[in-house]
């Protein structure tokens, strides 16, 4: 068509990613529309492969985007795991997943950023931007995750050695990078402990190899970010531009804009509370190094 762009299939994000992200569907969906001929980018059909740019007009149906709902964004919630519910998005066994009390999403999914194990408590992260969530789990990038254990037996000098030197446990070599004593009396003392992966039941089975036992265990920070005290079990939040912008420089990633879930909520809510960012299970801004 005359006055057309012509469709650049080199440069840009795929065209199926950014139909997702205007919320119209899932990628697997847009692909389907895509090939059924239903998409237009600047008034030509859309193929399999296709990028688009920021100035690539498309249209679904006959009806054009806004600019404003095929935007880069990225959500990151912070969520107080309790005791007892698992991370997983529904249970054979009918047990609460941390997702029961996360914010719907439309045309969006939440993406758990490592796991904590039933009887595990504390920071979880969430997210819907993948490629955030593969790196910050990912072993190549080592980010942080610090952990309040109690434990239940003597602890020796020798033992928490042994710990930093690295324990040869069934799936490797694994050790704390820290280890930090914080309190408690007799058999039961507390302790923090970073490790920079986040293998299955790793914490547990470290000192397990060292013939004791964690009766507790709840994750305090995950990279920079720390669990906000005000921030109650089964409370989420959101992190704001700088925290997020924080996590994605540690792996290597840009910054993109943070779209706020609660923003309009929170408005509303700023003259009636006394910390409007938190409330009912929900609210906003993580918390700092205790």
């Given amino acids: 068509m005359s006055g057309s762009r012509v469709v650049d299939n080199t440069a840009g994000e795929k065209l199926q990613k950014v139909l997702a992200r205007a919320a119209i569907g899932s990628r697997r969906e847009m692909e389907r529309w895509i090939a059924d001929g239903r998409v237009q980018v600047n ?59 996360l914010p719907k999403l439309k045309g969006e999914r939440w993406i758990c950023i490592g796991r904590l194990d039933l009887n595990t408590a504390g ?61 408690g009396e007799g058999i039961n003392r507390w302790f923090h402990v970073v490790l920079m992966e986040g ?23 995950y990279g920079n970010v720390f669990i906000p005290s005000q921030v109650k079990a089964g409370q989420w939040c959101e992190l704001s ?27 509303q809510q700023r003259s009636k509370r006394k910390n409007p960012r938190v409330h009912a299970g929900r609210g906003s801004n993580t918390g700092r190094r205790r």
């Fill in 123 to 183: 920071l979880l992260l969430f997210t819907t931007d993948g490629e955030l969530a593969n790196r910050l789990m990912h072993p190549s990038y080592s980010v942080e995750r610090e952990y309040a254990v109690r434990v239940m037996g003597e602890v020796t000098p020798d033992m928490t050695k042994k710990l930093f030197d690295g324990v040869e446990l069934d799936d490797g070599m694994a050790r704390f990078t820290d280890i930090v004593s914080s309190g």
């Fill in 43 to 101: 008034d030509e059909v859309a193929s399999l492969g296709c990028r688009v740019g920021a100035r690539d007009q498309i249209k679904v149906d006959g009806k054009l985007l806004k600019p404003e709902d095929t935007e880069s964004c990225r959500r990151v919630l912070l969520y107080n795991k309790p005791e007892g519910e698992v991370c997983t998005r529904s249970d054979p066994d009918g047990r609460r997943t941390v997702f029961d009390r």
């Fill in 199 to 221: 293998r299955n039941r790793e914490v547990r089975r470290l000192w397990e190899s060292q013939g004791v036992m964690v009766s507790r265990l709840k994750r305090v920070r």
């Fill in 241 to 267: 531009q700088k925290e997020v912008d924080g996590l994605a420089r540690q792996v290597e990633l840009p910054s993109i804009k943070v779209k706020s879930i609660t923003a309009d909520v929170h408005q």
